[in-house]
């Protein structure tokens, strides 16, 4: 437990008051204001233990008042539990508000299909975020340090990150809003201490940190670096972490360099971007004769605008993007998050999966329909047949109706979606073809595909929507009735 002694007249220790110093002077680095309250994360090491009591010292000298703030990832049974219990009370000793909260990590990553590391960060940094709303925090203060920086720097150059990767974790930074509760501003006071200066900070101030034993288990990426990698490193050099976090705040700066111009370039590729859909598109043609370094850099700005984050975002993934997008339309890949990446005629998507921009209707079971008729697909889209005059010009490049012979088509029909050896034979080919063949020709993006509504009777598929009908039922002299068949967003002005 901790066991403090905060009265006036105390004369703190030299190495106390240089961290103190050294935590106000990032504070003020981060335009941390005094008049509003900031979160404590906490998990009961010496670390966030040292931010904690660090902070609760700078409240106490006019700073800004202190929330200690504490999750439970519920991954280490009663240890989990005492963890939690123990932040409340050094909170309680403290004089310091406590919010606590828990959730079963290994679920929800298993559930999400996320690593376990992944999943704790998003429902811990959910936690913070809903916090910081309700009781109007500037901000959430956490206990990364230097070492903790240098580790993530060759984490991420393991996994082949570029340039964003190696810069690390920067003193300040957004949280995605869609872990929940809102954007949230993080702080890092801590990133130019080292591990030690927090253990001989918790000695000096008699506090005694809570240990994770999983903190010694090299299941976990980041553990094997600090006990097996860091150890050889540091062999070669012994201050190989301050060399590391170096790099990073070179790799810092020039980053900032090259987004300048990216965000000159981003206002004329963005084709469009929705922020409650997480959809985002940009201009394919402008994309390709763009420099490859830009182009890449443009693509991975689109997947954080579609995620949220670059985390598990690999140098391969933007490879492949930029690959896709320069091979062709209809081209899709699966990227970390549940984002979806699909290349367009013109333009390539990026989209939580499941949310794609289609502009069909969702998939349907096959349904019998009447011809004329109305059939409204749930959603709001409606397919309508409607008899009409013979229009003037029957050529059409609609992509939302076409002109059909009535009696071709035939009074009742079946509306449906494709199924595998689809064929298919379109107007003005003397041979049928396959559908799947059709959909990849005419550029169609592969999550749109089983979507498609398809008109079939008993001859076979007479129309495509999006595509076109079939040569059997087209419009001829001899065409006594003339069926209009259109898909849009309601059935009125189709």
């Not at 999750?71 to 508000?97: C, I, K, P, T, W």
């Not at 901000?139 to 190696?166: F, K, P, W, Y």
């Amino acid at each position: 437990m901790t066991q403090h002694n905060s009265g006036a007249d105390r004369v703190e220790p030299e190495h106390v008051i240089t961290v103190r110093d050294t935590i106000n002077a990032a504070l003020r680095e981060a335009a941390v204001k005094p008049e509003r309250p900031v979160l404590v994360a906490v998990s009961g090491g010496a670390d966030s233990m040292t931010g904690l009591d660090a902070m609760q010292a700078i409240s106490d000298a006019d700073g800004p008042t202190v929330i200690a703030c504490h999750f439970n990832h519920q991954m280490r049974g009663v240890d989990s539990d005492a963890d939690e219990e123990y932040v409340r009370l050094a909170a309680e000793s403290l004089g310091v508000a406590y919010r606590g909260e828990g959730a079963d990590v290994a679920t929800y990553a298993r559930e999400e299909r996320l690593s376990v590391e992944d999943a704790a960060r998003r429902l811990r940094y959910g936690f913070l975020g809903r916090v910081a709303q309700e009781e109007g925090a500037q901000a959430a203060i956490t206990g990364h340090t230097l070492d903790d920086q240098a580790e993530t720097v060759l984490l991420h150059m393991v996994r082949g990150s570029g340039l964003s990767g190696v810069r690390g974790m920067r003193l300040v930074s957004q949280t995605p809003r869609r872990w929940g509760g809102g954007t949230l501003t993080v702080v890092r006071p801590l990133l130019r201490l080292r591990r030690e200066d927090t253990e001989e900070y918790c000695r000096e101030r008699g506090i005694i940190p809570r240990l994770d034993v999983s903190n010694e288990s090299t299941t976990f990426a980041r553990n094997r670096l600090r006990l097996n990698v860091m150890p050889e490193l540091e062999a070669i050099n012994p201050r190989v972490a301050e060399s590391i976090t170096r790099l990073s705040d070179t790799a810092a700066e020039e980053f900032e360099a090259l987004q300048e111009v990216v965000d000159e370039l981003w206002e004329h590729v963005l084709d469009n971007s929705d922020e409650d859909t997480h959809i985002v598109t940009l201009d394919r043609r402008l994309l390709k004769i763009t420099r490859p370094a830009l182009r890449r850099s443009l693509l991975r700005r689109a997947f954080v605008e579609a995620a949220g984050t670059t985390t598990e975002l690999q140098r391969s993934h933007i490879t492949e993007m930029d690959k896709l997008a320069e091979s062709g339309a209809g081209r899709s890949l699966d990227l970390p998050h549940g984002i979806r990446y699909e290349t367009r005629t013109d333009t390539v998507m990026l989209a939580p999966s499941g949310l794609e921009d289609s502009p069909y209707p969702a998939p349907l079971e096959p349904v019998s329909i009447s011809a004329p008729g109305v059939f409204e697909f749930v959603g709001g889209e409606a397919l309508e047949l409607e008899l009409v005059d013979r229009p003037n010009n029957l050529d059409t490049t609609s992509e939302t109706f076409q002109y059909a012979d009535a009696d071709a088509v035939g009074g009742t029909v079946t509306l449906r979606n494709r199924s595998d050896g689809d064929r298919f034979q379109p107007l003005g080919m003397e041979s049928d073809t396959r559908v799947q063949d059709l959909f990849v020709n005419a550029g169609v993006p592969r999550s749109w595909r089983d979507r498609v509504p398809i008109i079939e009777n008993d001859r076979g598929i007479a129309w495509v929507a999006g595509l076109r009908i079939a040569e059997w039922a087209r419009v001829t002299p001899d065409t006594e009735r003339v069926l209009k068949i259109g898909l849009g967003v309601r059935a009125e002005g189709l």
